[in-house]
């Protein structure tokens, strides 16, 4: 990886850790969602960045890949996850929190054994481990507090643009004994009171585009540019999109889904409906070195 990659790599890190930061600071029980997202993406833009994908704002049993809406009135509560990304150039950094919102912080002992797993798999990229000894290090560690990890979801390869690149890091022991190459990759667990398992629930109010065509509508097209343009195949939300274009914006986005021009992300939800605890960082390995951008 050339030099100038791994300054941009490193500073989207950067940012995201204060992003990641600024969002553990002003985050309070009953704040709405939307309040949330909103301040999360003036920060961001504030520090000369760019949102790599709409802030995910998941509470209690829903893992990953909630956004809200323009007249979303959802509040904070429970056990919530902050899913954070961040790209300078489509260098990508992501990063993710927990915050229990709870009375009695009930959920601080599955918080913490989620980050301890990410801790411990950081710390053994430094003996090459396959993705089979990263994973099992992250379910002996989830399970060895009592809980159960999520193994149907997991880190993953980073690219230009590509949030998933394609190479998956399990959040359990898989027998799989290939090794990291050189490249930017992201560490995710994620850990349960539950079965730990997930499943697809409902609409996140998230989409990327996957195949550029034409489309009947001028409306749709003027907005399939406007996305493509801002983020090429990076997510986006459904708020930006009735922000931008008003009532016809759902339609629009139906008629891009139906065409296979773009594609929606649900919900994931655990399958016992126990609430689930995200920790998360982005590490670049490069000439037998480990640089973790965003701790």
Known sequence: MIKEDIEKYEKAGKIAKEVRDYAREIVKPGMILLEIAKKIEDKIYSLNASPAFPVNLSIDEIAAHYHPNIDDKTMAKGLLKIDIGIHIDGFIADTALTLDLTQDRIHKKLIEATELALDNALKSLAKNPSLHEIGSIIQETIESKGFSPIINLSGHSIEKYEI?????????????????????????????TGEGKIYEGNPGNIYSIINMKNTRSPHTRKMLDYFYKKYQTLPFSLREAQEKFGVLARLSLKELETSKIIQSYAQLIESSKKPVAQAEHTFIKSDNSIIIITK
């Open 164 to 192: 998933h690149a394609g190479l998956t890091i399990p959040n359990y022991g898989n027998n799989n004994n290939q090794k990291l190459t050189d490249g930017v990759y992201a560490i995710e667990p994620f850990a349960t």
